[in-house]
């Protein structure tokens, strides 16, 4: 059975792109990432439940060289230290990101309202 050109072409291009994937790949594991990422850990409370999901993710962090920031409220809600003031601190953040979520609710309502109807 003879080969003719295409196919032998059609071949060679199948060959060189599985090596240049594979080689890809290779360059892709090999390098190490430049920053490290940094995580931030909010927790609901200081019950024995978030102080146990809070001690798993420093021990992951540890693991995968991850810097990790974890915050664990009093649940007194007016303590320094606690999820009211974390919200007062980033106060604008929050209601730009309400603002944008209640805008985005209300368009999808109207959409939903003039095309269900």
């Known amino acids: 059975m003879k080969m003719n050109a295409t196919r032998i072409s059609v071949w ?3 060959v060189a792109l599985a090596v240049a994937i594979l080689s890809y790949r290779a360059a892709i594991q090999a390098t190490p990432p430049s920053k490290s990422a940094r995580v931030l850990f909010l927790a609901g409370g200081e019950s024995p ?4 999901t809070a001690a798993g993710a420093k021990a992951a962090a540890e693991q995968y ?3 990790l920031t974890v915050h ?7 303590s320094p230290s606690g999820w009211r003031a974390f919200q007062r ?4 953040a929050w209601r730009s990101a309400q603002v944008r979520l209640r805008t985005r609710a209300l368009r999808f309502a109207t959409w939903l309202a003039r095309y269900t109807c």
């Open 65 to 67: 060289k991850v810097k």
């Open 49 to 52: 439940f978030w102080q146990l």
């Open 72 to 78: 664990l409220p009093e649940d007194r809600p007016n």
């Open 89 to 92: 601190k980033n106060s604008t």
């Open 12 to 14: 060679i291009s199948v």
